[in-house]
């Protein structure tokens, strides 16, 4: 019973190691966020000044949304891991 646990703990243990993601990787996702936080805020100021309307805003936050997930799948495979 022991040994089972033992390498039960063992396989959980490396594959939590395998799906952790390199300092690198980490740095491009949270630049990445930090990039669509600031043009989500570009967006809504704009949107709340009346400088653009609201189906406008919305394409503009779908656009970033689309750019966000982009260049976090770029970051997962610069790693070789996979694209979530």
């Known amino acids: ?14 594959l939590g190691v395998a ?5 690198a990787e980490n740095a491009a996702e ?9 043009q989500q805020e570009a967006i809504d100021t704009a949107e ?3 400088q653009i309307t609201d189906e406008q805003a919305d394409v503009a936050e779908e ?7 982009a260049a976090e ?3 997962d495979a610069s790693d070789g ?3 979530e």
């Open 1 to 14: 019973m022991k040994k089972i646990i033992a390498l039960a703990s063992a396989a959980v243990l490396g």
């Open 63 to 69: 656009a970033v949304d689309d750019a966000e997930d």
């Open 19 to 23: 799906a952790c993601d390199s300092s």
């Open 30 to 38: 949270e630049q990445a966020d930090a990039t669509a936080d600031a």
């Open 73 to 75: 799948d770029a970051a």
């Open 48 to 50: 709340e000044t009346g």
């Open 81 to 83: 891991g996979e694209p």
